[in-house]
């Protein structure tokens, strides 16, 4: 089962329930929204996609099936600029 985490050579600020990124090599900031920077804060250690929504899904009362595809849908976004690793 694959596992994920922040790369630790990321830039980012949690502000109240939002993270903010700064991604230094593409002079980029990006601001999360409240769920994104749920899933975003619970990669700090590696982990998998089903424990993240498993969270996410009893936080918020939505299927876990549901959930696990819009995690998906993030951490591939994130894997592709590097803010993401995998093992």
């Known amino acids: 089962m ?3 985490k922040i790369n630790s050579k990321l830039v980012y600020k949690q502000v109240s329930d939002q993270v903010i990124i700064l991604d230094e090599e593409r002079a980029e ?3 999360l929204n409240d769920v994104a920077s749920l899933i975003f804060l619970n990669m700090i250690s590696w982990t998998t996609l089903e424990k993240i929504s498993e969270k996410i899904s009893k936080e918020y ?4 099936k549901e959930v696990l595809r ?3 849908e993030f951490v591939t976004m994130y894997i592709d600029k590097g803010y993401i690793l995998t093992k």
């Open 2 to 4: 694959k596992k994920y």
């Open 29 to 31: 900031v990006r601001e």
């Open 61 to 64: 009362d939505v299927s876990q």
């Open 70 to 72: 819009d995690v998906n």
